[in-house]
């Protein structure tokens, strides 16, 4: 005798193709960045209706397999668009925190006559308390300053995750 389950749930044939397309395209996703978050974001979806439409069924194990492992691929491939992004965002904040910090930096020799530490500049007036600190946009901004020359350094506190660049300001002389 068979019965109806509703209009919203779908076969399990239905959903082991769903599952395998999920698989495929999570693969695909992962070795051509031209799917990147379109794939990705097919992916997860067509994972996740294919397990919805395994659920019920006692052969499904073969289907939720491939649809959690299609889901899992297109995650992955999900994630280093994202982090180049980010790292992107991160690079663009720093630049901007370095001129600002540069700009400080040429206002402090004109009037003390030397270069002054990020904590300096801040007990001036010339930046803020939050482009005084050490870490900023997940860079570590380093000033150092020898004679009369100064130079700025800003890396990435956790290389790839919070960006890419390494960034190297020297600063004119003060003689």
């Known amino acids: 005798m068979a019965t109806s389950t509703g209009a ?3 076969s399990y044939l239905s959903a082991k193709k769903l599952a395998i397309a ?3 395209i999570g693969t695909a996703s992962l070795f051509t ?3 990147m978050l379109v794939g990705s974001i097919s992916g997860i979806v067509l994972g ?3 397990l919805r439409g395994v659920k019920g069924n006692p052969a499904r194990g073969l289907g939720k397999a491939m649809a959690v492992a299609g889901i899992l691929l297109s995650i992955v491939a999900f994630l280093p668009p994202y982090f180049y992004a980010a790292g992107n965002a991160n690079a663009a904040c720093t ?3 370095l001129q600002r910090i540069g700009a400080a930096e040429a ?3 004109e009037v003390i006559g030397r270069y002054g530490t990020l904590e300096e500049l801040a007990k001036a007036g010339l930046i803020g308390s939050d482009l005084a600190a050490p870490v900023k946009c997940g860079y570590r901004v380093e000033l ?3 004679g009369g020359a100064s130079e700025m350094t800003a890396i990435p506190e956790v290389h790839l995750l919070t960006g890419h660049k390494t960034f190297r ?3 004119p002389d003060a003689r």
């Open 8 to 10: 919203n749930t779908i």
């Open 22 to 24: 999920s698989l495929l």
């Open 33 to 35: 960045f031209t799917l």
């Open 48 to 50: 996740l209706i294919a």
């Open 95 to 97: 630049e901007k925190r």
């Open 107 to 109: 206002r402090y020799l």
């Open 144 to 146: 150092r300053s020898e």
């Open 169 to 171: 300001v020297k600063l």
